[in-house]
């Protein structure tokens, strides 16, 4: 483990420390370079050559697949998608630089927009905060998430500039990598389509 952006850990011996307390072998992935796999193997991303994975989670991991193997880059960072820098001088990120995609489209940004503008006393945002019990702090991801499917107009707009963030971001690589395919995964991709009456999908192809 070279380095995480959101975890103390530079240079760390991962697999060595765990191999040695499980007496098993253990083999250490990235998140999304796993998550870009097994679609390809099993899932949205089946039969496809060239395929880019977004996880739009707490940040936005990615993962580059050519003919079956995950693209590593010359030093294994390859995909690290959510610290391309779209906001010069932009919000901070815990990488250390500013104005990366997943500070604007990710569930950290959705949940930061909304809790701002909950704190700010905004009339607009009355409902959400009354959902979260008048506690700007207690507004959640799933929480915004829930009130757009429910036709709240604020949590809607917060999650479409979530949208419009990640078509930009998402454009920006079809430009740089000519995929086929894209698959959209994490934990913010089960909003789904959230604001029509049908359920959304986890993963799905763009
Ligand atoms: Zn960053």
Known sequence: MLFAPHLSWRNEPLR???????????????DANAAA???????????????VMVNLGTGIGGAVIRDGSVERGRYGMAGEFGHMTVVPGGHRCPCGNRGCWEQYSSGN??????????????????????????????????????AAREGDPVAVELLQEIGHWLGLGIANLAAAL????????????????CCSARPGRRTGGT
């Open 16 to 30: 060595e420390a765990l191999s040695a307390r499980l007496r098993l072998p253990v083999v250490v992935e990235n």
């Open 37 to 51: 796999w097994a679609e390809w193997r099993f899932g949205a991303g089946a039969g496809e050559s060239q395929l």
């Open 109 to 146: 940004a959705l949940v930061r927009e909304a809790r701002e503008l909950a704190a700010a006393e905004s009339p607009v945002a009355q409902p959400l905060l009354e959902r979260a019990g008048g506690d700007p702090f207690a507004i959640t991801g799933p929480l915004v998430t829930e």
């Open 178 to 193: 000519d995929p086929g395919r894209f698959v959209i995964g994490g934990g913010v991709s089960a909003a789904g389509n």
